[in-house]
């Protein structure tokens, strides 16, 4: 018999609800930004990001989708900074307050542009995109739609991506359950945080996946905090250091 931890839960989460009040995203969206810089999970991107961003002489267009607050992509910005490399920054979020608020936070950071759009729409629309990152972002979509997601990375995307995303683990859902309760999480938090991990991954089924998208220029690493960092190089990425 086959518990909850077995499979991906089909269960939505109250984030991809498009009349979230304002108030209660912004305040959503602090607490993730919160967690991101105080567990390492901008880290975690930045470690993936690293690995595809070496040319100095490359103007790179990395896309965000999902993006929220922006906040990863500060983090981004910031080490593309210091290290002089020449960066476009792109984030895609559906929700139109949660772009507002990423335009807001993201003043000091002209690199840094913030898109309303759903991501399928985004990415048919655009087709120049070095690399596509995304961080808590694949698990809010079926198995299904990550497959078309993952064609499209190696059939469009000219360089790599990035995933940052959740082990589906018995221990990280009850943590996520306490946790947002002890810190007195916004009600977005308390419901979304142990759905979220239900909604994970285990790896053999991101290796699934990648097979049935035909890629295999790929490295899956367990990282702390039940994270998975997975980071992709495409054909067309192939072609072009042959």
Known sequence: MSNKFTYRSKETELLDESNILRGLLYKNLRELDFLNRTTGGHSISLKGIKKLITDHHKIYHVVDLGCGSGDTLKAIADWIRVNNYNVRLTGVDMN???IEYLKKHCINYPEIEGVIADYQDYLL????????????FCHHL????????FIYFRQHVKVGFVINDL???????????????????????????PIS????????????LFAKANISNYSIQKEWIFRFLIVGKTEQHERDTL
Do not use: P, Q
């Open 197 to 208: 991990v239900l909604r994970g991954f285990k790896s053999n089924e991101l290796t699934y």
């Open 142 to 149: 079926t198995n299904e739609e990550l497959l078309h997601l």
């Open 96 to 98: 139109a307050n949660a």
């Open 125 to 136: 629309e655009n087709d120049f995109i070095d690399i596509v990152h995304c961080s808590l």
């Open 167 to 193: 082990h589906r683990h018995r221990l990280a859902y009850y943590s996520a359950w306490l946790f947002t309760r002890l810190l007195n999480g916004t009600v977005l938090a308390k419901n979304d945080g």
